[in-house]
């Protein structure tokens, strides 16, 4: 059965409409693909930016600190 098989295509939209009446809405998102050729030096590039900034540094100070404030934050 290929992926545009009639089957296959109603299998989802069946998937589809019970999951819209569980009162759930679909999204589709692209994400990096961390395989790709040159991802990991981007990262590490972005990642020294973050680090050199000084602004960067007060955003995670502020983030900590309001984690710190809500006990259940990490359960």
Known sequence: MNDASPER???FRRYRARKKAQGL???R???PDVNAPGF???LDGQI???NASRSSQEALDWIEAAV???PDFYR
């Open 40 to 42: 990991q030096e981007r």
């Open 29 to 31: 998102i692209w994400v």
């Open 25 to 27: 809405r679909e999204i």
């Open 9 to 11: 295509q109603d299998k």
């Open 68 to 70: 710190a404030d809500d």
């Open 48 to 50: 020294a930016r973050i």
